[in-house]
């Protein structure tokens, strides 16, 4: 079963980066797909970006396109998050995913852009 810690939220003004590191422990990190999601207070989790097992194809929701880039480090089973230009519609906690069928999710890390 897949272990996953979400890191590197934290409070940020409006036009400014943070970087989200997720770590995977359990199943062969190189193995799988994974993914990025986020969900704000009140609101349903929803997709924000994806990429392929080796990192060569990425996919993003259209309010994050452009301004943030996901990428993942097998070596190190570790997925990034980078994210520019950020705006107070970003705030939410983040989640990682693995695309292995098993449901499980992390604890997400809190990201908070004040105006």
């Not at 890191?7 to 997720?22: E, F, K, N």
């Not at 097992?53 to 301004?67: E, L, Q």
């Not at 880039?69 to 980078?82: E, F, G, M, P, V």
Request: net charge positive.
């Amino acid at each position: 079963q897949v272990q996953l810690v979400e890191s590197g939220g934290g409070l940020v003004q409006a036009g400014g980066s943070l970087r989200l590191s997720c770590t995977a422990s359990g199943r062969t990190f190189s193995g799988y797909g994974m993914g990025w999601f986020r969900q704000a207070p009140g609101k349903e989790r929803e997709f924000v970006a994806t990429i392929d097992r080796s990192g060569s194809i990425t996919h993003y929701a259209d309010s994050v396109k452009g301004r943030f880039t996901i990428s993942r480090d097998n070596a190190k089973n570790t997925l990034y998050l980078q994210m520019n230009s950020l705006k107070p519609l970003d705030t939410a906690v983040y989640y990682c995913k693995m695309y292995d069928g098993s449901g499980n999710w992390g604890q997400g890390t809190q990201v908070t852009v004040s105006s």
